[in-house]
């Protein structure tokens, strides 16, 4: 079995006001006292993820949050995760309190889900304390899909999951090797040597490769770097595709004739990631960098930073080097972007192996939105190492825009 990680899953974020059985509802949904529970107010004050088996639609994440209303400056910044966590979410579920009527917050609410265009569905709690007839009108108004549940009885949880289950999103991130192989393509699959993988273990990603390419009834041929002649000499013919690490394409291509399709494995994650197209375009700024011109490397996790770190050391060298340009390089590490966006001129991204796809989607958008160009650490490391336009070929909308790139 393939482990699921928790950017690969759909994230459900649960959303009300306080007090209105947010954590009590993430309890019934589970089946499990994953978020505490009390009367007062305000009891959860840091965002509760919980990895869940929503059956029969798959594994996702449930998210509970602070709610909308919190008060104080603590409170506002709870808020401002809270809304956080809705920009990278999936899918929502906004929990009423059944007494009540519709509050600004909640309206507020409704409308920046809309905005994000974000599917959610309405649950009116606390049914066991009777249904206020205005709520109802005004959901009706507002032509909200809702569902009448009572946590403390468990009635309509079932029935909410079925719905959740037909309005939560198909997988709809892009594929790693599965469009780019048929039945019966041999691919070889050059693995690096990394010395910070324990020993006898695959990265997560190549582990997907291999069973997307098996999926699709190809051969798949692992090897190392150095028994790469050895492989190629010992198949009948050649390889249909051969994927490598950005670090040694150059060597390797030197030994695999050019007819044969060649990929790196940082384009390929940079391709299911984020959009490869717009990633290759902004290739073309890295030309136009001039003496004094900022560029910013966000890196989403913190590590303990090694003499060959790729975010810190390496890109900023690789650029200064290319461009002989003196160049302001800031770095930053966490879930946001800075607020002086527009000053960069060029946005080096790490691979967002910790966010969901719409969450690295949500980032880049920002950039374009001012107009700031964006490559992936996968990508200049391809193009640093001479891979590109080469290790393209494989992907025609990407080829096509490196065409473009080249003839400006």
């Not at 104080?72 to 990278?88: A, F, M, N, V």
């Not at 136009?288 to 770190?309: F, R, W």
Request: hydrophobic letters at 40%.
């Amino acid at each position: 079995m393939i482990m699921i990680v928790d950017s690969s899953r759909p994230h459900i974020a649960v959303v009300g006001r306080r007090n209105v059985g947010k954590s009590l509802l993430v309890n019934s949904l589970l089946e499990q006292n994953v978020s505490l529970v009390s009367d007062i107010a305000g009891t959860t004050t840091d965002a509760v993820k919980t990895r869940y088996e929503l059956l029969p639609y798959g594994p996702v994440v449930i998210v509970d949050t602070a709610g909308i209303d919190d008060e104080g400056e603590l409170g506002r910044q709870r808020i401002t995760e809270t809304i956080k966590i809705l920009s990278s979410s999936d899918f929502a579920l906004v929990v009423l309190d059944a007494r009540e009527t519709l509050q600004s917050k909640e309206l507020e609410l409704f409308a920046y889900l809309d905005k994000l265009q974000i599917n959610y569905i309405v649950a009116v709690n606390k049914i066991e304390f009777g249904v206020n007839p205005v709520l109802l009108e005004e959901l009706k108004e507002l032509r909200m899909t809702h569902f009448e549940v009572s946590c403390k009885e468990k009635a309509g949880i079932e029935e909410l999951k079925r719905r959740m289950i037909r309005l939560l999103p198909e997988d709809d991130e892009p594929p790693l090797v599965k469009d780019i192989v048929k039945q019966g393509d041999v691919v070889v699959m050059v693995i690096p040597t990394d010395y910070t993988l324990p020993n006898r273990k695959l990265i997560l990603s190549q582990v997907h490769m291999i069973r997307e390419a098996l999926d699709e009834n190809a051969v798949i041929t692992v090897c190392r770097e150095k028994e790469l002649v050895s492989t190629l000499n010992n198949l009948k013919a050649y390889p249909d595709l051969v994927i490598v690490d950005s670090n040694s394409v150059t060597r390797i291509a030197e030994d695999i004739p050019a007819k044969i399709r060649l990929t790196t494995f940082s384009l390929i994650i940079a391709r299911h990631r984020g959009d490869l197209p717009l990633f290759i375009k902004g290739l073309r700024k890295i030309d136009g960098l001039k003496n004094g011109d900022k560029v910013l490397i966000a890196e989403v996790c913190s590590h303990h930073t090694q003499e060959d770190d790729i975010g810190t050391v390496k890109i900023p060298k690789w650029l200064r080097s290319y461009t002989k340009k003196e160049l302001h390089i800031d770095i930053i590490h966490g879930n946001d972007l800075p607020d002086n966006l527009s000053e960069y001129k060029l946005v080096v991204h790490c691979g967002g192996c910790l966010l969901t796809h719409r969450a690295l989607q949500t980032r880049i958008n920002e950039a374009k939105l001012m107009d700031v160009p964006v490559v992936t650490y996968g990508v200049i490391t391809s193009f640093m190492h001479g891979a590109i336009p080469r290790a393209l070929v494989p992907f025609a909308d990407a080829f096509s825009e490196w065409g473009k790139v080249k003839s400006k």
